[in-house]
C-alpha cells in the first residue's frame, strides 16, 4: 500500500518523539566509553509492554542481538531497552555474552523489573570487548534521568549515535477505536547501510492496545517496506535491530488483521518507521542528498521495491547523481540486473519532473535543467515498468569523496 493513498488516516506530530506515547520515558547519559559524546540510552515503559522485534540478516550477529531475542522470546513483553554506543560488542565471543547480560541484569535490577524485560542493543566498533564497568556505572545513574521529561528524548536520541550527523526522530497520530494512538520513534545509522538490514538501530513506542504475536506480523510488514529499502553502501551490519513497545494505554480494543481500523495501525507504525528510513538514507556517510526512487508499473509490489533498491544501491548512480550528471544510462542498467521481471522494451524513466526516456527509447532534455534538479537536496526518480500494477520506493544518498575519507580512518 502506497503511504500517500491513505495519509489523512495518519497525522505528523512536529514536535513529538519517542516518549509521546503514553506511558514511556528515557534518557541519555555520558559514561566515558566515547571521550566527550553522550553514549548510554534507555528507554522505559511504567508497564510490561507488548514487543516485537527485526534482526539483521547478517550470519555473524552481535551478543546482544542474542540477548535481546531471548528476552522477547520469553513472554513477548518488554519495560526497557538499554543501548550503548561506542562499542559493538560483536565478535567478542563469550565474554561479549556475558557483557550483554551483565547490561540486561544491572537494568533490570535499577528499574525493578524482571531481566526477561529488557533489550539490550550496542553500535559502534567491532571487535572490541566493551568498557563494561563504566556502563554498568551509567546504568545505575541512569534511572533518575528518566524523570526529567525535558530534552530526554534528544538526549536518548544522541546517546545512540555513531557516525551520525543528526538525531533522528519521529512521532506520529491516528484513530483506532475513537481513541487516540500515538507511535514515536528514534533511530540511529549513517554507514554500513544496506537492511535487511543496515548499522542501524531503531526504537518504536506506541500506547496502541496489541498483542505481541499481532505486533510482530505489523512490524515485520513494515520494515520489509521501509527500513528494507534503504541504502548507503551495500554493507549490511551484525547489529542492526528494530523494537516495537506497545503499552496498551490508550485503551483502545486489542488490534488484529481483523480489527476494522488495523490498516490504521499499519499504516502509523509505516509512516513512523518510513520517516525515520529517509532520515538515515539522507544522513548516509559523507552524503549530500537523499535520493528516492519510485518503481511502477511492476508485476507485484516487491519486484517493485527490488528494482527501486537496485537502482538506489547502485554505485554509478550515486556517484552521477553526486556529479550532477543525468546519466540514465546507469539507471536502465540497474533495472537489467535487478533479477525483477521486466520488459526491456517498455521502460519509462524521468528524473525529477525531466523524462529521459520513453518505451525504452531516449527522449530529448535539456542537460542544463536537469544538472540544475540534481543540484537540490532532495532527488526523485521514477520508473514505469508497464508490466503490471505493482508499485515500491526505495531511498539511498550521493556516494561522496567524504564517504571514502570517513571509513578509511574509522577506528583512528
Known sequence: MDTATKHLSVTPVEAGSIITPKGFCAAGIHTGVKRYRLDLGVIYCEVPASSAAVYTLNKVQAAPLKVTKESIAKEGKLQAII?????????????????????????????????????????????????????????????????VKFDSAERFNEAILTTDTINKRACFRTTIDGKTVTF?????????????????????????????????????EVVDETFNRITVDGDTSTNDTVVTMASGLANNQSLTKDHPDWEHFVLGLKMTCEHLAK?????????????????????????????????????????????????????????????????????????????????????????????????????????????????????????????VRINAGYRT
Open 83 to 147: 543501548v550503548n554506543s561506542g562499542n559493538a560488542n560483536a565478535c567478542t565471543g563469550i565474554k561479549g555474552i556475558e557483557d550483554a547480560y551483565s547490561m540486561r541484569s544491572s537494568t533490570a535490577d535499577v528499574f525493578k523489573i524482571p531481566e526477561h524485560y529488557v533489550a539490550v542493543s550496542s553500535t559502534g566498533v567491532i571487535g572490541e570487548f566493551l568498557q563494561i564497568d563504566k556502563i554498568i556505572n551509567g546504568i545505575k545513574k541512569i534511572k533518575a534521568l528518566t524523570q
Open 184 to 220: 514515536g520513534g528514534a533511530a540511529k545509522g549513517s554507514g554500513m547501510i544496506d537492511p535487511n538490514m543496515a548499522t542501524m538501530l531503531a526504537y518504536i513506542t506506541t500506547d496502541a492496545n496489541i498483542e505481541p504475536d499481532w505486533l510482530q506480523v505489523a512490524l515485520s
Open 279 to 403: 532520515k538515515i538514507a539522507r544522513d548516509g556517510e559523507g552524503a549530500t542528498k537523499l535520493i528516492e526512487v519510485q518503481v511502477s508499473g511492476a508485476k507485484n509490489d516487491e519486484e517493485a521495491g527490488k528494482v527501486a533498491k537496485a537502482i538506489v544501491g547502485s554505485d554509478l548512480v550515486k556517484s552521477a547523481i553526486y556529479g550532477t550528471d543525468a546519466n540514465w544510462g546507469r539507471i536502465i542498467c540497474a533495472i537489467g540486473y535487478s533479477g525483477a521481471d521486466i520488459n526491456p522494451e517498455t521502460i519509462d524513466i524521468s528524473i525529477g519532473e525531466i523524462q529521459t526516456l520513453q518505451d525504452s527509447m531516449p527522449l530529448p532534455f535539456s542537460e542544463e535543467e536537469a544538472t540544475q534538479y540534481l543540484t537540490t537536496e532532495n532527488i526523485v526518480i521514477s520508473v514505469d515498468l508497464k508490466v503490471g500494477e505493482g508499485f515500491g520506493k526505495a531511498w539511498g544518498c550521493d556516494l561522496t569523496y567524504d564517504y
